[in-house]
Nanobody, 121 residues
């Protein structure tokens, strides 16, 4: 079993900053990709940022230059630093982990429960 838990969401004023964190735990052999998605009311879930092991990060165009994804591989933690937040960033943010739990089996994707980010004055 793999558990994925996000934290750090909350209310912030436009122009402010928040940092989200996500920890994966359980029977994990290795983690390959760690990423963040978000879903706003009436919108489809979209990729915000992701980073595969040994690769550079990918960002949605809407957050480039404002958000930064980073990984602490020793702790199975991924962070999303969000700066210059806009009301349009309001959404539930979900952590997604691509992990292997046993040898010779395909990787699987695991989702967190989500954390709410509200950007409002």
């Amino acid at each position: 079993q793999v558990q994925v838990v996000e934290s750090g969401g909350g209310l912030v004023q436009p122009g402010g900053s928040l940092t989200l964190s996500c920890e994966a735990s359980g029977n994990i052999l290795s983690i390959h990709t760690m990423g963040w998605y978000r879903q706003a009311p009436g919108k489809r879930r979209e990729l915000v940022a992701a980073r595969a092991s040994g690769e550079s990060a990918n960002y949605a165009d809407s957050v480039k230059g404002r958000f930064t994804i980073s990984r602490d591989n020793a702790k199975n933690v991924v962070y999303l630093q969000m700066n210059s937040l806009k009301p349009e960033d309001t959404a539930v943010y979900y952590c997604n982990i691509e992990a292997s739990v046993r040898e010779y089996t395909p990787n699987r994707w695991y989702w967190g429960q989500g954390t709410q980010v509200n950007v409002s004055s």
